[in-house]
Nanobody, 125 residues
Framework: VQLQASGGGLVQAGGSLRLSCAAS????????VGWFRQAPGKEREFVAT????????HHADSVKGRFTISRDNAGNTVYLQMNSLKPGDTAVYYC???????????????????WGQGTQVTVSS
């Protein structure tokens, strides 16, 4: 499966952005999808994940209540709605996928063999 992340940009603190992860090449509804981010000089960290049917989601504590992951399998797209953005959310955001039709949640990057190219999110104070 090929992934294309988009929707990043420059926003002021307190603002919102919606990231999109568009998939092609395989039956997208069979894949769990995760969002990760990497800030300069820091390791890649988990942000959110959603199971293949969208029935189960999990968000990192640092974004819980502010970010929401969702998916549209008919449109082969996963979204990350980001509200109340903070300067600490500044990073390159990546979407990733793994073939899994169950309800298990994956929060570690090496569980995902397929990755998009990343989209830059910059939050100014």
């Amino acid at each position: 499966v090929q992934l294309q992340a988009s929707g990043g940009g420059l926003v002021q603190a307190g603002g919102s952005l919606r990231l999109s992860c568009a998939a092609s090449g395989r039956t997208f509804s069979n894949y769990a999808v995760g969002w990760f981010r990497q800030a300069p000089g820091k390791e890649r960290e988990f942000v959110a994940t959603i199971t293949s049917t969208g029935g189960n989601t999990h968000h990192a504590d640092s974004v819980k209540g502010r970010f929401t992951i969702s998916r549209d399998n008919a449109g082969n797209t996963v979204y990350l709605q980001m509200n109340s953005l903070k300067p600490g959310d500044t990073a390159v955001y990546y979407c990733a996928a793994r073939y899994n039709g169950g309800s298990r949640i994956f929060v570690v990057s090496y569980h995902y063999p397929y990755w998009g190219q990343g989209t830059q999110v910059t939050v100014s104070s």
